[in-house]
Nanobody, 116 residues
Framework: QVQLVESGGGLVQAGGSLRLSCAAS????????MGWFRQAPGKERDFVAG????????WYADSVKGRFTISRDNAKNTVYLQMNSLKSEDTAVYYC?????????WGQGTQVTVSS
């Protein structure tokens, strides 16, 4: 079965940084655009960042543009999200998935908490 496992979340002060990782299983990883998504309590899951299959193109939600960087290492079947200049409004559970997302691929996510 396809599995996506996020890690790297934690508690950080506003202005700080975190690097999230997403370890993916499956033969088709290198053929899939991937993305990061987040969900805060009481809110819908939102798109954060996406990356093309080879990593040559990226796109970001306006709210994180200039602060977050998505990358991937296809040899390691891993997608990363470097988060800098974190704000309290970045607090959420972060998930990775294909982009557009595949419904059955959602994992447990990793909690990011940013304190003011």
């Amino acid at each position: 079965q396809v599995q996506l496992v996020e890690s790297g979340g934690g508690l950080v002060q506003a202005g700080g940084s975190l690097r999230l990782s997403c370890a993916a299983s499956g033969r088709t990883f290198s053929d899939s655009a991937m993305g990061w998504f987040r969900q805060a309590p009481g809110k819908e899951r939102d798109f954060v960042a996406g990356i093309s299959p080879k990593g040559g193109r990226t796109w970001y939600a306006d709210s994180v543009k200039g602060r977050f960087t998505i990358s991937r290492d296809n040899a390691k079947n891993t997608v990363y999200l470097q988060m800098n200049s974190l704000k309290s409004e970045d607090t959420a559970v972060y998930y990775c998935n294909t982009h557009p997302p595949t419904n059955t691929y959602w994992g447990q996510g990793t909690q990011v908490t940013v304190s003011s």
